[in-house]
């Protein structure tokens, strides 16, 4: 197994999905349900469930300063749909974001849960020129409406980011978790691994 772990915030939503995609990487992977929990993993998934659930529990158990800390230690951190919704800069209705990256989201802006769809997005891992294709899961999805010019875009959903990072934090409007795809948790892995490697 590999010697790095990743942290699942597991307070609501599909944690169990990443931690599964996890172990087929072979990678040790713990649900992290306090916040001293964060001292014990080299990066952090929050997944996808309910944003405005997400940012109170975030309240209710003190999280949110150590996530600040997590992500000023250069930790990396992976959003997937309403993790994404939390770790934004402004989200249309909610009013408790961190704050990490640099964009501005829509909640639901794909839909409701009934209008669930699989489309194929085109994704840019390695900034090269050739970009694959990667079957993407939406339920409830949240658009990216603005980022900065610090957000570097590696997916996209027609002329819509779907992928994106700054800096440590990468953010996803899908559920890679749902596919049998591990493309995109190999790339955080690689993240995690590389923020190591420059200790």
């Known amino acids: 197994m590999d010697a790095i772990i990743v942290g699942v915030l597991a307070l609501q939503g599909d944690f169990r999905e990443h931690i599964n995609m996890l172990r087929i990487l072979g990678v040790e992977a713990r649900e992290i349900r306090f916040p001293r929990q964060l001292d014990e993993v080299d990066g952090l998934i929050i997944p996808g469930g309910e944003s405005t659930t997400i940012n109170k529990l975030f309240d209710k158990y003190g999280f949110r300063e150590k996530l600040h800390e997590f992500h000023r230690s250069g930790k990396p951190l992976f959003g997937t749909c309403a993790g994404l919704i939390v770790l934004a800069k402004k989200a249309k ?23 669930s769809f699989e489309q194929k997005i085109s994704l840019n891992l390695d900034h090269k020129a050739e970009k694959k294709d990667f079957n993407s899961v939406y339920i409830r999805a949240p658009k990216i409406i603005r980022k900065s010019d610090g957000v570097k875009v590696l997916g996209m959903h027609d002329d819509e980011i779907v992928l994106a990072r700054q800096k440590n934090v990468l953010v996803s409007s899908f559920h890679p978790e749902l ?21």
Do not use: C, P, W
Request: hydrophobic share 30%; proline share 0%; charged share 40%.
């Open 93 to 115: 209705g909610e009013e408790s974001q961190l704050g990490l990256i640099d964009i501005d989201v829509e909640r639901n802006a794909y839909g409701r849960q009934i209008d």
């Open 179 to 199: 596919t049998e795809d591990t493309r995109i948790h190999r790339y955080f892995i690689g993240m995690i691994r590389e923020n190591i490697k420059e200790k």
